[in-house]
């Protein structure tokens, strides 16, 4: 009996969770993102906080061009999958939030080893943002200044 009980609330949820996880890989591996995508969201509905869960998600959001739904799941994901940073670097970058896609590229290149043959690529993207971020601040700053001009 004890087995019985063990196996349909143990081994048997594991067992659909895995075979889902693996139908949701094989989506994904085949570009079809919609349907690996909601794969992932009926995981996330039983198990909202899963990192694992949430990157895929994101993955699958961020190839449907989904930013803001990406954005969201790849901040769920927590810091357990590095590369997800140099993914919200990109995506904060199209998204205008310049000063939040300099902290992640920044992320991602710490994680790097200094040999890494890519460095050189994730470095020119952080200047992108950097110079972005730098720009729309002169922006806002000069906006500003022109508003405050014209109360005078």
């Given at each position: 009996m004890r087995f019985k009980l063990f196996f349909c609330f143990v081994v048997l949820p594991n067992i659909i969770f895995a075979q889902s996880i693996s139908e949701g890989e094989t989506?994904?591996?085949?570009?079809?993102?919609?349907?690996?995508?909601?794969?992932?969201?009926?995981?996330?509905?039983?198990?909202?906080?899963?990192?694992?869960?949430?990157?895929?998600?994101?993955?699958?959001?961020?190839?449907?061009?989904?930013?803001?739904?990406?954005?969201?799941?790849?901040?769920?994901?927590?810091?357990?999958?590095?590369?997800?940073n140099l993914y919200l670097g990109e995506l904060y970058y199209q998204t205008y939030r310049f000063d939040n896609s300099v902290a992640a590229y920044q992320y991602y290149i710490e994680t790097l080893k200094p040999d890494d043959k890519n460095l050189i690529i994730y470095q020119e993207k952080l200047r992108k943002a950097e110079n972005a971020a730098r720009l729309l601040t002169r922006s806002e700053e000069h906006t500003s200044e022109l508003q405050s001009r014209q109360y005078l």
């Open positions: 989506y994904f591996n085949n570009k079809q993102y919609a349907k690996s995508l909601s794969v992932y969201e009926a995981l996330l509905n039983k198990r909202p906080n899963n990192a694992l869960y949430n990157y895929n998600s994101a993955r699958c959001s961020y190839e449907l061009k989904d930013y803001e739904n990406a954005i969201l799941h790849f901040e769920k994901a927590g810091n357990k999958f590095p590369i997800r």
